[in-house]
């Protein structure tokens, strides 16, 4: 898988994710670039509040490590640039 199909796979699993999330050892925001525990997370949203919201920004752009994705300052960061650009 190149690099744009892993950001765009690793994005269809920031949302409705809060299984995955709880079972994660660590999350990271690619918005603001925070890692964190998922016991840091005390927002969700969504209907039936399954998307987590980042605990630094409140942004829903959270993934888990349950993910199978890097929860790195790198990946997060690359992130960042395809899905916010220049923020």
Known sequence: MDMTQQL???HKTSIYHRAEILAS????CFYCLAIFSPQQITQWTDPNDDT?????CDIDS??????GFPITSEFLTAMREYWFGDC
Do not use: N, R
């Open 25 to 28: 050892e660590t999350c990271g």
């Open 62 to 67: 959270v993934l888990g490590s349950a993910s």
């Open 52 to 56: 987590a919201l980042c605990p630094e």
């Open 8 to 10: 765009k796979a690793a």
